[in-house]
């Protein structure tokens, strides 16, 4: 089992930068391929980026340029940069693992509120 647990999540207006950092509780965390998802009020829950245990990482076309996730694979944290933030960032945003590239994710952390106001 891998336990995540999201922070740093808040209130800011548009224009700012926020960065949510993602906790593991596994001792293979350098293993597992680590995503952020979000989910907006009203709506489905969206793809934000995601990073191997090396090599690329791959970004929603919303945030390419903007949010950058990288991780410590030593601290076994996984980082979301969230720049210039749109009141269209705002939602909940979720750390999630899985094992295998072409897996569903297997693990979910309980998400952290990000609000951007305009």
């Known amino acids: 089992q891998v336990q995540l647990v999201e922070s740093g999540g808040g209130l800011v207006q548009a224009g700012a930068s926020l960065r949510l950092s993602c906790a593991a509780s596994t001792r293979t965390f350098s293993s597992y391929i680590m995503g952020w998802f979000r989910r907006a009020p009203g709506k489905e829950r969206e793809f934000v980026a995601s990073?191997?245990?090396?090599?690329?990482?791959v970004y929603a076309d919303s945030v390419k340029g903007r949010f950058t996730i990288s991780r410590d694979n030593a601290e076994k944290v996984v980082y979301l940069q969230m720049n210039s933030l749109k009141p269209e960032d705002t939602a909940v945003y979720y750390c999630?693992?899985?094992?295998?590239?072409?897996?569903?994710?297997?693990?979910w952390g309980q998400g952290t509120q990000v609000t951007v106001s305009s």
């Open positions: 990073i191997p245990w090396s090599g690329g990482t």
């Open positions: 999630a693992a899985k094992s295998r590239p072409r897996a569903e994710y297997d693990y």
